[in-house]
């Protein structure tokens, strides 16, 4: 999993390569994590785009708040982008990925038809941090293994086209472009998804903040889950709670918290707590 010693020469060599790939591309689709739309993009990236058509996809989207990710679907619509909800693990709204496509292209191909181009490939260029499912949507929308899945976020690829059908091809991110520690938040929500390894923060730290998260929108999944009507205040002893309910004590009745923090991340990051998004509309890290 990325750690923190990228930065800042890869982030350069990626963003040069991206640059000068994106002169190839028709539009972008900007593929986020839908738990934590902020976090896992890049700042760079509407630099980068320019004036670009762009599609964004709130990937995931099995795995985050359904209204959550509802808002920020207006959210982009009310800022003139286009955004999916789509779950690449299992092809959810990836098949809605063309006809928007082809909406935020509408007056480039507009162009094209004048110029008598038409029945061109459009080529679009896929952009995303590491392990926000980029091999998984492209797999799922070319309907081949080609884009091979890696379970190690950030393992070097090279350029690499696949054909969806004889109108469209995709291009996956050249290079790897790092997630950006704008904040110590962003860098906490990136390591509570597991985006990045958590061994740069504190587990329980990480554990503490998820707390505060779900006790201000998800009580009722906490107490669902852990059968815990209330927790207490202080997120620390919040986490001796919920570790204490899971039998985690150890000599002299006290919370082995570390096993504890581990279990709840776990828990959140294979989505036994519910559908849960760390970073509403409102957001800002
Ligand atoms: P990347 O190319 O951007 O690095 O991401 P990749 O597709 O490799 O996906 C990273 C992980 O996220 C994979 O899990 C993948 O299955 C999972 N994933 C991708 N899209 C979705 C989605 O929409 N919903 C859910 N729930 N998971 C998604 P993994 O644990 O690395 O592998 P595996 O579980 O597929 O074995």
Redesign the pocket.
């Known amino acids: 999993m990325p750690d923190l010693n990228w930065f800042p020469g890869h982030m350069t060599k990626a963003k040069r390569k991206i640059a000068e790939q994106i002169k190839l591309v028709d539009a972008v689709a900007e593929?986020v994590d839908a738990r934590i739309p902020v976090s896992s993009r890049n700042p760079d990236i509407p630099e980068l785009i320019g004036d670009k058509p762009h599609i964004v996809l709130l990937?995931?989207?099995?795995?985050a708040d359904k209204e959550k990710t509802a808002q920020w679907i207006s959210y982009y619509k009310d800022n003139k982008i286009i955004a999916l909800a789509?779950?690449?693990?299992?092809g959810?709204g990836v098949s809605e990925f063309k006809s928007a496509a082809m909406s935020a292209l509408e007056s480039r191909l507009k162009m094209y038809e004048e110029k008598g181009m038409t029945g061109r490939t459009l080529r679009i260029m896929v952009l995303?941090?590491?392990?926000?499912?980029?091999?998984?949507?492209?797999?799922r929308l070319s309907g081949k293994s080609k884009?091979k899945?890696?379970?190690?976020?950030?393992?070097t690829r090279g350029n690499q086209w696949f054909t969806v059908d004889k109108h469209l091809e995709l291009l996956?991110?050249p290079g790897v472009l790092w997630p950006k520690f704008d904040s110590q938040t962003v860098g906490e929500h990136l390591a509570i998804t597991g985006a990045v390894t958590d061994r740069i923060l504190d587990t329980e730290l990480l554990a503490m903040r998820l707390i505060e998260i779900l006790k201000a929108d998800y009580m009722q999944l906490i107490s669902d889950r852990y059968r815990i009507c209330e927790l207490p205040e202080d997120s620390y002893e919040a986490l001796c709670v919920l570790g204490k309910r899971r039998g985690m004590v150890i000599r002299g009745g006290e919370v082995d918290t570390l096993r504890a923090a581990n279990m709840l991340l776990e828990e959140f990051r294979n989505?036994k707590i519910g559908r849960i998004t760390l970073e509403g509309v409102d957001f800002s890290a």
């Not at 990937?59 to 795995?63: G, H, P, T």
């Not at 899945?149 to 393992?155: A, F, I, K, L, S």
């Open positions: 593929i990937n995931k989207c099995d795995m789509v779950d690449a693990k299992s959810k995303g941090i590491p392990n926000v499912g980029k091999s998984s949507f492209i797999n884009a899945v890696e379970n190690r976020p950030g393992v996956d991110t989505s």
